[in-house]
């Protein structure tokens, strides 16, 4: 899990949820790598489709994206 800090927690606030308490998200790094269906729950990275763990850190993060794209995890 990684807890984003407020410059993120003003955005995704701002949002509308994609169920009770959480926002599925596609997430841009500066690098130009894009991870899609990122659950974001209160504040936490939790989980990633397709992935076990996260493979990034919050520096490394250019842009979320809220898209609301469901899968059963």
Same mark, same amino acid.
């Given at each position: =899990? /990684?807890?984003?800090?407020?410059?993120?927690?003003?955005?995704?606030? @701002?949002?509308?949820?994609?169920? =009770?308490?959480?926002?599925?998200? @596609? /997430?841009?790094?500066?690098?130009?790598?894009?991870?899609?269906?990122?659950? /974001?729950?209160?504040?936490?990275?939790?989980?990633?489709?397709?992935?076990?763990?996260?493979?990034?850190?919050?520096?490394?993060?250019?842009?979320? /994206?809220?898209?609301?794209?469901?899968?059963?995890?």
């Amino acid at each position: =899990m /990684i807890k984003l800090s407020e410059k993120w927690a003003k955005l995704l606030v @701002s949002k509308p949820e994609t169920g =009770m308490g959480y926002q599925v998200v @596609s /997430i841009i790094l500066k690098n130009g790598m894009r991870y899609d269906q990122v659950v /974001i729950n209160s504040g936490y990275i939790t989980h990633m489709r397709n992935y076990d763990n996260i493979p990034f850190e919050e520096n490394d993060i250019e842009q979320i /994206i809220v898209t609301h794209e469901k899968w059963k995890w």
